[in-house]
């Protein structure tokens, strides 16, 4: 188990990196839409050609990237949509029972449907090198390949997930939702300044003798 617990670690830490590498295609999508509003408009009144169908489609190939890609990042941080009024107020074996269940009988599962028929999906695509059907569009094969690699990113997130829930059930793992870890975090921002408050009011003089006892010790 603890090998294997090394591994979901590490499984993490990659879509760690990878919630970086989205936030960065965030902000370029939100340029590229920014630089086609005002393309429209200076189109319009100065009759230039700023805006194109290509930076169009480019922005909704950026959101398709964030959808696709960031899949397996909000799995590892547990923020994807839960429709259940009941499991967070479970305990926590109970809780990582349910996520082993689920993540062994339904999602790796269904991410493997997935990849069966989208793999298929994008040969095509790239065997007949297929763009779009807009004047100045972009070649579409490379968009439908980020489905087949966004479903192997989840399905390789699913795996960390289902070792951590078990770890949990076996006592060889704390499992904690991502609630549950911020709000830990803010319990212990909030002791440290309370305790840098405290520190703050002692005067000059029994702080400096703090520290001469402490490096007597």
């Known amino acids: 188990m603890p090998a294997l ?3 979901a670690r590490a499984i993490d830490r990659f879509s760690s990196w990878l919630g970086i590498l989205i936030g960065g295609v965030t902000l370029l999508m939100i340029g590229v839409g920014l630089f086609n509003v005002f393309g429209r408009f200076a189109d319009r009144y100065l009759g230039t050609a700023f805006s194109s169908n290509s930076l169009l489609e480019l922005q909704w190939y950026l959101f398709s990237v ?7 990042y ?6 994807h949509v839960r429709v259940d009024v009941l ?9 990582a029972l349910i ?15 997935v990849l069966w028929v989208a793999i298929p999906w994008f040969q095509l695509s790239y065997g ?14 490379p968009i439908k390949l980020l489905l087949p ?20 059930l076996t006592g060889h793992y704390e499992y904690r939702t991502q609630d549950e870890l911020e709000a830990l975090a803010a319990d212990v921002q909030l002791d440290r300044a309370g305790l840098d408050g405290l520190l703050v009011g002692i005067p000059a003089e029994a702080e400096k003798q703090m520290n001469d ?5």
Do not use: M
């Open 5 to 7: 617990l090394g591994l």
């Open 66 to 72: 964030i959808f696709l890609l960031g899949g397996a």
């Open 74 to 79: 909000v799995l590892s941080l547990d923020e």
């Open 87 to 95: 499991y967070g107020r479970l305990a926590p074996k109970r809780r």
């Open 99 to 113: 996520n082993l269940l689920g993540t062994v009988f339904f999602l790796l599962p269904f991410c493997v449907i």
């Open 128 to 141: 007949i090198h297929e763009s779009s059907s807009d004047p100045g569009g972009l070649l579409r094969w």
């Open 149 to 168: 690699i966004g479903f192997v990113l989840l399905f390789i997130q699913g795996v960390s997930e289902a070792i951590k829930a078990a770890g949990a």
């Open 213 to 217: 006892n402490q490096r007597k010790k």
